[in-house]
Structure formats: structure tokens, C-alpha cells
T-cell receptor, first 114, second 109 residues
Framework: NAGVTQTPKFRILKIGQSMTLQCAQD?????MYWYRQDPGMGLKLIYY???????DKGEVPNGYNVSRSTTEDFPLRLELAAPSQTSVYFC?????????????FGEGSWLTVV | RKEVEQDPGPFNVPEGATVAFNCTYS??????FFWYRQDCRKEPKLLMS???SGNEDGRFTAQLNRASQYISLLIRDSKLSDSATYLC??????????FGKGITLSVRP
């Protein structure tokens, strides 16, 4: 069971470069999320999606874009990388059940912008 | 008011101690509650769900207080391996999942 897979795991970007963080889940979950976590801080929601073709902004969407063309994939795009985007990025997916959403996280992508 | 707020912490306790912390939520319509655990440089993982009647899993007890809008986590007989950050996500409108800063627990020998 692959669960939630994120790539790359580590990346160094130069200021102004662009890149896409990939996220894929094989559990047929409708809901997917992108978070960033700065050192010593909590998880901040960047974007989320409740199904293919639907995306919504989270708490800190500026500087990022997402798309959800399929149920499985939810890529996060950084257009003009800035040092403030140095962080750990976690992708997550969930499914609703009678007790609520159970969330599965990827292992994280460590991004440094220099 | 933030959607979810947690005890400020950090908590530093000796092995064998009992420790408890709370997570306050703002949305009174929230239906589901969970505790997650995050180890250093790792992804968060589900620790336990929180049911209205309270639930126990070994040394861990989770409770929900709807009247005061908070959930609690009690850890008995703390182990060194319990050292981690404990998170409580909040499910808002349209399944928007947000987290507080988390509560850091350090268990010392």
C-alpha cells in the first residue's frame, strides 16, 4: 500500500525559479490537502481539494497554485520561489467516515530557496 | 478567534508521570475530533479518535467536552517514546482541515 506519495523529498531552488511538488494517493480519497510547516511551527494549510476539478484556498495560498485534474494527483506549483517559501511541505488525503475524516500524510518534501 | 487553539506547552515531564493537555475548538458544529502525533522531521500520524463518551487506548485517554468546546488527551505512565508533538486538527466548512501549533511533550529519564 503506497498511501500518499510525495516527490521530490528534498530540493534546493534558487530565488525566482519555479517547480512543482508532486502528490499522489492510491486510496481513492476525494479530499486532498497541502500544508507547509516552518521550523518549530504548526501546519499551515496552503490549498485543499474536495474532489477532482475543485480546489480552494487555505490559510497561506499566496505564491502557490494547485490543480486537481484527477482524483489521484494534487500537484503544488511554486511559480517564483522566494526564501520565505523555505519549508517542509506535507501533502495529505482523507476520506469521510461516520466518525469524521481520517487523514493520511505523505512523508514530506523539504524545500530550500536560496 | 482561531479555529483551534492548544495548550501553549512545551511540557517537560519525567518518565512515569501523568500528563494532560487540551485543545479548544471554535466551531460548535464540529462533529469529529482526533489527536495526531508528529515525531521530529516526520509526518503526522493518527493517534486516536475522540468520541463523545470518551475513549481509552492503553495509556492514552481522550475526552470531548462539548459544552466547553475542547478535547483532552491524558497520557499515563509516560515513556521516553511519548516525546513528540501532539496535534488536534479542526474540520471546518467544506472539509477544510486546519491544525494548531501543536503541543510539544518531552519525557525525560
Amino acid at each position: 500500500n503506497a498511501g500518499v506519495t510525495q516527490t521530490p523529498k528534498f530540493r534546493i531552488l534558487k530565488i525566482g525559479q519555479s517547480m512543482t511538488l508532486q502528490c499522489a494517493q492510491d486510496m481513492n480519497h476525494n479530499y486532498m490537502y497541502w500544508y507547509r510547516q516552518d521550523p518549530g511551527m504548526g501546519l499551515k494549510l496552503i490549498y485543499y481539494s474536495v474532489g477532482a476539478g475543485i480546489t480552494d484556498k487555505g490559510e497561506v495560498p499566496n505564491g502557490y497554485n494547485v490543480s486537481r485534474s484527477t482524483t489521484e494527483d494534487f500537484p503544488l506549483r511554486l511559480e517564483l520561489a522566494a526564501p520565505s517559501q523555505t519549508s517542509v511541505y506535507f501533502c495529505a488525503s482523507s476520506y469521510p467516515n461516520p466518525s469524521g475524516n481520517t487523514i493520511y500524510f505523505g512523508e514530506g518534501s523539504w524545500l530550500t530557496v536560496v | 478567534r482561531k479555529e483551534v487553539e492548544q495548550d501553549p506547552g512545551p511540557f517537560n515531564v519525567p518518565e512515569g508521570a501523568t500528563v494532560a493537555f487540551n485543545c479548544t475548538y471554535s466551531n460548535s458544529a464540529s462533529q469529529s475530533f482526533f489527536w495526531y502525533r508528529q515525531d521530529c522531521r516526520k509526518e503526522p500520524k493518527l493517534l486516536m479518535s475522540v468520541y463523545s463518551s470518551g475513549n481509552e487506548d492503553g495509556r492514552f485517554t481522550a475526552q470531548l467536552n462539548r459544552a466547553s468546546q475542547y478535547i483532552s488527551l491524558l497520557i499515563r505512565d509516560s515513556k521516553l517514546s511519548d516525546s513528540a508533538t501532539y496535534l488536534c486538527p479542526h474540520t471546518g466548512a467544506n472539509s477544510k482541515l486546519t491544525f494548531g501549533k501543536g503541543i510539544t511533550l518531552s519525557v525525560r529519564p
